[in-house]
């Protein structure tokens, strides 16, 4: 699904110098990772990671250039392709069964999706202040810590998902 995700995106993930593409694909993947638990039985225990994966995603979307508009529709690509991915089973539940779940799914991107804006709105305010108003295009993300951040999401929901 990640790289049917990507190929939707087309260059726009490949145009960002800042951030290597394996980095975003790590994401994205982490993103739907978090998203299956966040409609099962973990949901609850799951919910702080699904924030701050998203507010997360939205730092790493303003370190990638993109514009607020084109962080919704990243995460919109990614409900139009459950959707699809998903139809044929939920077609298959009794009828109640798969609109809930289709409800609860789509209800929890719609709080990703505000979510992702404002960490990317926090992390554009936040170069803003750092550069007296002035926009800042230089590279002052550090992939590597990206790269922690990840871990530790990782992990996290590790931890959720190996409890009884």
Known sequence: MVAEWLDRLGDRVAAAPTIPRPTVE?????????????????????????????RHYGRVASARGLAAGEVVEELLHLRDLLTRQL???????????????????????DHGVAVAVIGYTDALVASLIGRDGVPYTGSEVDPDEIERQLDSFEAALATISRRP
């Not at 790590?26 to 998203?54: A, N």
């Not at 139809?87 to 991107?109: D, E, S, T």
């Open 26 to 54: 790590r994401e994205f993947r982490l993103i739907i990772e978090v998203l299956s638990q966040m409609v099962g039985p973990l949901r609850r225990e799951v919910r702080t990671v699904w924030q701050d994966v998203c």
């Open 87 to 109: 139809a044929p089973v939920l077609a298959a539940m009794r009828a109640r069964q798969g609109m809930a779940i289709m409800l609860r799914l789509n209800r929890v991107l």
